[in-house]
């Protein structure tokens, strides 16, 4: 596992190869779309808390075990969390292929049908 140096620009790199997807700033923050809707936001330091995370679309389901898991790196972040989102830290040793995969569902979430098949290569 390992610190990114700059969490924002990995974010970046691994989200701008997914078809379809868009930055835009939205409350302040950086945030994904897949399609129309939104999958990811980064947040430094939201309101004070102190993190620099990624807020991730998810499953409720998901979300409880990977906090469960490592709360140290998962949490339930406000105002989406009941929606099943869930925060993964950056500001410590992570696993970058486990953000890729968490993003990458949540991407699935939301995409458009066109969009994924070009990801499959459909």
Known sequence: ???????????RKIIEAWPETDER????APTWWGGKKTFATFHDNHHGD?????WVKGER????????AEPEIFFVPPYVGPSG???IRLDRDVD???VEGIL??????V?????LKKLDGD
């Open 50 to 54: 102190g993190r620099v995370a990624v």
């Open 85 to 87: 989102w869930v925060g």
């Open 25 to 28: 700033i939205s409350h302040g």
């Open 111 to 115: 995409a458009p049908l066109r969009a």
């Open 1 to 11: 596992m390992a610190k990114a140096r700059n969490p924002l620009a990995k974010l």
């Open 61 to 68: 389901d998901a979300q409880e075990g990977l906090v469960e």
């Open 104 to 109: 990458l569902q949540g991407y699935r979430q």
């Open 96 to 98: 970058w292929g486990l």
